[in-house]
């Protein structure tokens, strides 16, 4: 089955630190992949659609300066949360669309403390 | 029983019981339907989907149910087991749209 792999699975640091988290579709090609934000007891909050080769979409309220996106080839995404500060402190999910309309396929998150 | 948290609705239930997971949309439109569970620290997990063109779709214990005219979406556990406790979210898909949108969520407990 689609197999979407996350990384770092849980990262902490001093605030100010710029952390990055890969996404990567395993056994697919995904030219779409997602991101999304839960804080606890939650409901997933979309940030942004990532598109290989060009430029991610960003829900509103979504600073693109501060969660910067890169979608470089069809296998990996890459979120980073730039200069980041304890309000930045979530779980962080990614997923991308299978081929073949099936459902999108989750990473297992990336919980980030930042001190 | 069912009770309403300040943002997770929680359903506990005995090992061996069914459970019912409710869900409700709101847009009319939305013709793709996906339950999720979601384990503690990890990220969700695809159970079952359906399409607006059916009312009932069975898998491997679970049966989800769609009734389209009152906007309402179920998820039936069958003999539930202590593994089945984690939150389960249901999101609704519209048209030719990539991106689902998740429902609040509820947190099943199942105690042995």
């Known amino acids: 089955g689609a197999v979407v792999s996350q990384h770092p699975s849980w990262v902490i640091c001093k605030s100010g630190t710029s952390v990055k988290i890969e996404c990567r579709s395993l056994d697919f090609q995904a030219t779409t992949m997602f991101w999304y934000r839960q804080f606890p007891k939650q409901s997933l909050m979309l940030m942004a659609t990532s598109n290989e080769g060009s430029k991610a979409t960003y829900e509103q309220g979504v600073e693109k300066d501060k969660f910067l996106i890169n979608h470089a080839s069809l296998t990996l995404s890459t979120l980073t949360v730039t200069s980041a500060h304890p309000e930045d402190s979530s779980f962080y999910i990614c997923?991308?669309?299978?081929?073949?309309?099936?459902?999108?396929?989750f990473g297992d998150g990336t919980r980030l403390s930042i001190l | 029983g069912e009770s309403v948290g300040l943002h997770l609705p929680t359903l506990s239930v005995q090992e061996g019981d069914n459970s019912i997971i409710n869900c409700a949309y709101s847009n009319s439109a939305s013709d793709y339907f996906i339950w999720y569970k979601q384990e503690s620290g990890k990220g969700p997990q695809f159970i079952i989907d359906i399409r607006s063109n059916m009312d009932k779709r069975q898998g491997q214990r679970v049966t989800v149910l769609l009734n389209k005219t009152v906007k309402h979406l179920s998820l039936q556990i069958a003999a539930t087991q202590p593994g089945d406790s984690a939150v389960y979210f249901c999101?609704?898909?519209?048209?030719?749209?990539?991106?689902?949108?998740f429902g609040r969520g509820t947190s099943l407990i199942v105690h042995p």
């Open positions: 997923s991308a669309d299978p081929p073949g309309n099936q459902p999108q396929h």
């Open positions: 999101a609704e898909r519209t048209g030719g749209s990539y991106i689902p949108t």
